[in-house]
């Protein structure tokens, strides 16, 4: 009949999601608003710090931005009083020039004494003097302004990491899922801000829901070859489907699909480990929980099929006796596979046409002489089907890759022209950071 061998393994549930929930910043823990082992949705307030010493350094941040405001303005106010002086000098400059020229002209026909000549050479090299100091002023100015708005950038940096450190202040759940229970009571004081922060308590996301397996390494080259043969498509390559048992269920009711084929063999175990994802709507499948999987191992094809009560095993070997069309008995040679509707898979040995002897086996004998009564055998009904083809994109439950933040190219070759830092950063403008 023609059918499709499902291989089965033993599985453990796994969340999708799983977060530790630990504060971005430490202080008193003030309150928390959750209830323990309850559905938490993502965005729902858990916790809340103390807020009063951020609250403190926002309103400080926002002071030496201000600061740094008024800075740059009296900067700017400089730079335009040391430009009206360098115009002053200018015009004395000009002046001085004037009048030394002049002098040099009358002194030249005797006209004045040399005494006045010296007096005009000094007033220019006076006016000279104060130009140059209105240029040196102007170049200070603006070197103040720079150094201004470099103290507004970083106010406003500062600003900005003070009004998130007072965000971070309510400990928000990231994820939606199951919570656990409470770790830190009220008025516990505690650290944040890295991976060895107080834990707080846990979120498991509930639906869909991983289940991971692993399949040894003769398993796995099946799959392998039978994909090279064209007969079961990879795991890798489609999302073949998945049934899947819990240890107090009868048949397979939970149906989901191939997700994830790991990438090398585990040289401690030689196994692949493979996962499947379910959808779990009512919550029944829990992390941790073992259960059956169920995976196509094969393509639907027409199997052999005998009743296992048919086979009798000398040591290694394994025979059935068939009946030729002179009512004599032969043994035959035969390679097993698995049950499948309640009856034995002949991978080699018989063709399907032969009169197999499936009682009264300890009677008889190579080469007896037998009146064979003709009996019909039944398949069982199976849980699993006997045809199956890869789910449809629209059916999958698998979670598909982030896309790229604005401004970050996906997929750029290590060699490839580097992203303008406005252009990666479209916030650190300064025309942007108001």
């Known amino acids: 009949m023609p059918i499709v061998e499902w291989d089965e393994y033993t599985g453990r549930f796994d969340a999708i999601n799983s977060v530790e929930i630990r504060s971005r910043v430490g202080g008193y823990l003030q309150s928390t608003h959750f209830e323990e082992g309850q559905m938490v ?142 770790n830190v009571t009220e008025g516990n004081l505690i650290s944040g801000g890295s991976e060895t922060s107080t834990l707080l308590t846990t979120i498991v996301s509930v639906s869909p829901i991983h289940i991971y397996f692993d399949a040894n390494e003769q398993e796995f080259l099946k799959y392998v070859r039978l994909a090279k043969a064209g007969k079961r498509e990879s795991s890798r390559n489609v999302k073949n489907p998945v049934f899947v048992s819990l240890i107090d269920e009868q048949g397979y009711p939970h149906q989901g699909h191939m997700d994830f084929v790991d990438n090398q063999i585990d040289p401690n175990t030689g196994t692949m480990r493979g996962r499947a994802i379910l959808p779990n709507d009512d919550g029944l499948l829990t992390p941790g929980l073992f259960a059956k999987v169920r995976l196509p191992g094969s393509g639907r094809y027409d199997a052999v099929m005998v009743p296992d009560a048919a086979i009798i095993s000398d040591q290694s070997e394994k025979y059935v006796y068939v009946v030729d069309g002179e009512s004599t008995l032969h043994r035959q040679t035969v390679e097993l ?78 060699y490839a022209e580097p992203i303008a830092m406005e252009e990666r950063f479209p916030l650190a403008g300064k025309e942007r950071v108001q």
Do not use: C
């Open 41 to 182: 949705s993502s965005g729902d307030l858990l916790a809340i710090i103390d807020p009063r010493p951020f609250r403190a350094e926002v309103n400080a941040a926002r002071a030496r931005l201000e600061e740094a405001n008024a800075g740059l303005k009296e900067a700017q106010s400089v730079l335009r009083q040391t430009e009206a002086e360098k115009a002053d000098a200018e015009a004395q400059l000009s002046l001085a020039t004037s009048r030394l020229e002049r002098a040099q002209a009358l002194a030249r026909q005797r006209a004045i004494s040399d005494e006045e000549v010296d007096v005009r050479r000094s007033e220019t090299q006076q006016a000279t003097a104060s130009f140059e100091a209105a240029n040196a002023k102007i170049e200070s100015s603006k070197a103040a302004i720079a150094t201004s708005e470099a103290a507004i950038e970083t106010a406003k940096a500062n600003l900005q990491l003070a009004e998130l450190n007072l965000q971070y202040t309510e400990v928000r759940a990231p994820i939606t899922g199951l919570i656990s229970r409470r």
């Open 337 to 414: 596979g698995p049950i499948s509707h309640g009856l034995r898979i002949v991978r080699a040995g018989l063709d399907g046409s032969e009169t197999v002897v499936t009682s009264g086996l300890q009677k008889i004998f190579e080469g007896a002489k037998v009146a064979a009564k003709i009996e019909s055998i039944e398949a069982k009904q199976s849980s699993l089907p006997d045809n199956y083809k890869p789910v449809p994109e629209d059916q999958w439950l698998t979670r598909g890759p982030a896309p790229a933040p604005y401004g970050v190219h996906s997929n750029n070759s290590m």
